[in-house]
């Protein structure tokens, strides 16, 4: 059981080049969503998805797409990569019918931007 | 709105110390409140959760946090602090919304002294 699949695990960009950070779950979760994680703050809410076909914006989505054709992948792109988008990148999945239930993890993807 | 306060980015402790990280919050409605850890690396693993069901909440690692409402507070302890707990904790907030994005702290790392 993989859970949360990130890929890839380190990625370096020059500004302006555009990339997909990838992100699948096999937990048949319906909340998926992406996290940056910069230091002294935290995580920041990027995107987030309660279904195939439905997207919304977390806290800081400049600069970022999604969108969710299957259950499993939830992809993030950047257009124009900045060198303010350099930080690690997580995507969290959540469980639904449970209240409180928490958000899962992957390992993250290191993104530099030269 | 909701917002995580963790008091103090660094904590040091020596092996066999208490462990106490502090955690505050703010919410308009009763929340579900989290602690996350983070090794080097990795991504996050969830320590335990409040859902309202009891104060005291018992984690893993020996790990446990108190729910007070009147201090608007959920800090985490542990009697005896191991070589092994060296990382970053991060405290985290969510309303029970569709959203189901989580607030977080800024992050505590804990060092541990031999």
């Known amino acids: 059981n993989a859970g949360v699949t990130q890929t890839p695990k380190f990625q370096v960009l020059k500004t302006g080049q555009s990339m997909t950070l990838q992100c699948a779950q096999d937990?048949?979760?319906?909340?998926m969503s992406w996290y940056r994680q910069d230091p002294g703050m935290g995580l920041r809410l990027i995107h987030y998805?309660?279904?195939?076909?439905?997207?919304d914006q977390g806290e800081v989505p400049n600069g970022y797409n999604v969108s969710r054709s299957t259950t499993e992948d939830f992809p993030l792109r950047l257009l124009s990569a900045a060198p303010s988008q350099t930080s690690v990148y997580f995507c969290?999945?959540?469980?639904?019918?449970?209240?409180?239930?928490?958000?899962?993890f992957g390992n993250g993807t290191r993104l530099t931007v030269t | 709105a909701q917002s995580v306060t963790q008091l103090g980015s660094h904590v040091s402790v020596s092996e066999g110390a208490l462990v106490l990280l502090r955690c505050n919050y703010s919410?308009?409605?009763?929340?579900?409140l989290f602690w996350y850890v983070q090794y080097p690396n990795q991504g996050l693993q969830l320590l335990l959760k409040?859902?309202?069901?009891?104060?005291l909440v018992k984690g893993i690692n020996g790990f446990e946090a108190e729910f007070k409402k009147s201090e608007t507070s959920f800090h985490l302890t542990k009697p005896s602090a191991h070589m092994s707990d060296a990382a970053e904790y991060f405290c985290?907030?969510?309303?029970?919304?569709?959203?189901?994005?989580?607030?977080f702290g800024s992050g505590t790392r804990l060092q541990v002294q031999p």
């Open positions: 985290a907030v969510r309303l029970d919304t569709g959203r189901r994005a989580l607030t």
């Open positions: 409040y859902t309202s069901a009891a104060t």
């Open positions: 919410s308009s409605v009763p929340p579900y």
């Open positions: 937990m048949n979760h319906e909340y």
């Open positions: 969290a999945t959540g469980g639904q019918g449970v209240r409180g239930a928490p958000l899962h």
């Open positions: 998805s309660v279904g195939a076909g439905i997207t």
